[in-house]
């Protein structure tokens, strides 16, 4: 059962690398449906009759329960970024699993590296992602989108060079909707970090746990 934790006393230290495959309690209390405003509920409806097809009391829906308004707008923006661009499937989990691996999003690894697979990732890309090492036998386009991701993540900027390779490969527009698909998913990482959202039970944790309690 999902229960809110003390806020911890201690002073904020920098991250170290720990081998612990486990999360702490999830920040957030869990709201009985039963309880829902009339403003949670439509956040409900409108995911569940939206492309996703189903609400699901787990990950970034469970936390824009809590702040619903805001809510409304983030889903309907993650719609869009997942199912409404003109940015191959193929090419939008691909860079999910860049950002998810970036910010260690465990949840968010955890639900898109199967979809990823399946819209013809390949596993070993896959395994590449997850290890943090470039996945150098990935298609070139692939390739092009990883060196965008990483350099913006790093750089806060990206080169000529690498813009180019993207902006060839996507035009103007696509490469619009892969810095906002990149700014979205890195949003969702945050929120699942910060609020602890744990992966399914029985799942094992894509990353190790940074140590910060």
């Known amino acids: 059962m999902l229960t809110k934790t003390k806020a911890s006393k201690t002073k904020f230290a920098k991250a170290k690398p720990t081998k612990s495959r486990t999360?702490?309690?999830?920040?957030?209390?869990?709201?009985?449906?039963?309880?829902?405003?009339?403003?949670?509920?439509?956040?409900?409806?409108?995911?569940?009759?939206?492309?996703?097809?189903?609400?699901?009391?787990?990950?970034?829906?469970?936390?824009?329960?809590h702040a619903p308004g805001f809510g409304e707008l983030a889903q309907k923006l993650g719609a869009h970024c997942r199912f409404g661009?003109?940015?191959?499937?193929?090419?939008s989990e691909f860079a999910i699993l860049v950002t998810a691996h970036h910010w260690k999003?465990?949840?968010?690894?955890?639900?898109?590296?199967?979809?990823?697979?399946?819209?013809?990732?390949?596993?070993?890309?896959?395994?590449?992602?997850?290890a943090g090492r470039a996945p150098k036998k990935a298609?070139?386009?692939?390739?092009?989108?990883?060196?965008?991701?990483?350099?913006?993540?790093?750089?806060?900027?990206?080169?000529?060079?690498t813009y180019k390779s993207v902006n060839t490969l996507l035009?103007?527009?696509?490469?619009?909707?892969?810095?906002?698909?990149l700014g979205y998913y890195a949003m969702v990482a945050m929120t699942l970090d910060v609020f602890r959202m744990p992966v399914p039970e029985g799942t094992a944790l894509p990353f190790s746990e940074p140590a910060i309690r």
């Open 139 to 161: 298609p070139k386009d692939e390739q092009a989108v990883y060196a965008f991701a990483k350099e913006l993540y790093r750089d806060k900027r990206v080169s000529d060079r």
């Open 85 to 91: 661009t003109s940015i191959p499937p193929r090419l």
């Open 171 to 181: 035009g103007d527009a696509g490469t619009v909707e892969l810095v906002g698909l």
């Open 23 to 65: 999360t702490p309690p999830t920040r957030l209390p869990l709201i009985p449906p039963e309880r829902f405003t009339p403003a949670q509920k439509a956040l409900v409806e409108a995911i569940s009759s939206g492309p996703r097809g189903q609400f699901k009391m787990s990950g970034p829906f469970y936390c824009y329960l």
């Open 105 to 130: 999003a465990h949840y968010e690894w955890t639900a898109h590296a199967p979809i990823a697979e399946r819209q013809g990732v390949k596993p070993e890309t896959i395994s590449d992602l997850r």
